[in-house]
């Protein structure tokens, strides 16, 4: 069964960065398009970043100009460079995508979600 798989999260101080990814687990597929989701505890989750099928992308007003969300050249996977990060960032991080094999689409993929903690 295919999954999205996600790295990257941790914990780190206030103005620091991470870069977290996003992979199929089986290397056939492509990623069409993907957005990265974030949920903090008591809050609803939110769509941070994410670029269409068109490469358009898209940002969060609370994270542009520190988010940077970039597919590798082959398309199998996606990072989300995070820099300047707040406490506020803090919040379990999911991917989410569309691929495709070669063959057929999957649609509506979901990683397993990788917990970011800012704080000194």
């Known amino acids: 069964q295919v999954q999205l798989v996600e790295s990257g999260g941790g914990l780190v101080q206030p103005g620091g960065s991470l870069r977290l990814s996003c992979a199929a687990s089986?290397?056939?597929?492509?990623?069409?398009?993907m957005a990265w989701y974030r949920q903090a505890p008591g809050k609803q989750r939110e769509m941070v970043a994410r670029?269409?099928?068109?490469?358009?992308?898209n940002y969060a007003d609370s994270v542009k100009g520190r988010f940077t969300i970039a597919r590798d050249n082959a398309k199998t996977a996606v990072t989300l460079q995070m820099n300047s990060l707040k406490p506020e960032d803090t919040a379990v991080y999911s991917c989410?995508?569309?691929?495709?094999?070669?063959?057929?689409?999957?649609?509506?993929?979901w990683g397993q979600g990788t917990q970011v903690t800012v704080s000194s």
């Open positions: 989410n995508a569309d691929l495709y094999s070669g063959s057929y689409y999957l649609y509506d993929m």
């Open positions: 089986e290397n056939i597929f492509s990623i069409v398009s």
């Open positions: 670029f269409d099928s068109a490469g358009t992308t």
